[in-house]
């Protein structure tokens, strides 16, 4: 029988990323061990840093207003970034994005 997983905001353990006003909240690994579904956490004014989806996103404003690949996003609005692709984001308030990746996130400027 498979597991059924559940998350939820007010029950997220957020967990800082390196980049100070930007926490992410686990949800779910993905089956490859690689890839998962998360919360993302950004404070307005943060900028998250440009960077590759090996095999593609997926995202969804749950709440804040934040520019994600020269977009301007709101809750409720999804992305797909296929795979090869990049962008980066700046938070223009207070956001919470979902995120499901099956490979995490490849950053150029992190070496």
Do not use: C
């Amino acid at each position: 029988m498979t597991d059924v997983t559940y998350g939820s905001l007010s029950d997220a353990a957020w967990i800082g990323t390196g980049t100070p006003g930007l926490d992410y909240a686990g949800l779910r690994q993905h089956a490859n061990g690689e890839g998962g579904t998360i919360f993302l956490r950004f404070a307005a004014g943060v900028i998250g840093a440009e960077h590759l989806h090996p095999e593609g996103e997926e995202l969804y404003v749950v709440s804040g207003d934040i520019t994600v690949g020269g977009r301007r996003l709101k809750p409720g609005d999804y992305v797909y970034t296929p795979a090869g692709a990049s962008h980066e984001a700046v938070a223009h308030s207070d956001s919470i994005l979902l995120l499901s990746f099956p490979k995490p996130p490849v950053f150029p400027d992190a070496n």
